[in-house]
């Protein structure tokens, strides 16, 4: 009996924990107003470095991994969709997108809903 137990306990704990959407796991999608023009993915932060990949003008589920200069963490995880765009103004992001990893402008994503 205290075997069995003991068993129903482990399994338990090693079940995952079910839970909402994390700030962390936003995507994005290519944000409209670039004149519907496909956006180019960059080795580096650098406006002029090579182009790497490039994300159609559609191109929706981009994993954003970080950006330079660093935004305020606190506003990033508890804000709005509207203030996550906000901060990603005047930022070199690297992003992944369909198996590939670049740099974007960051004004160019917006957050998925």
Do not use: H
């Amino acid at each position: 009996m205290r075997l069995a137990t003991a068993l129903v306990g482990l399994a338990l704990m090693a079940a995952p924990a079910v839970a909402g959407q994390s700030p962390y796991d936003t995507t994005f999608s290519v944000a409209s107003g670039w004149g519907g023009k496909d956006v180019e993915m960059r080795a580096a932060p650098e406006a002029g470095s090579a182009v790497v990949g490039t994300l159609p003008k559609d191109a929706k589920g981009i994993v954003l991994r970080w950006c330079r200069p660093e935004f305020n963490f606190r506003n990033w995880a508890y804000g709005s969709r509207d203030g996550r765009k906000a901060q990603l103004k005047d930022k070199a992001c690297e992003i992944e997108w369909n198996g590939k990893v670049g740099f974007v402008d960051g004004d160019r994503l917006v957050p998925e809903d």
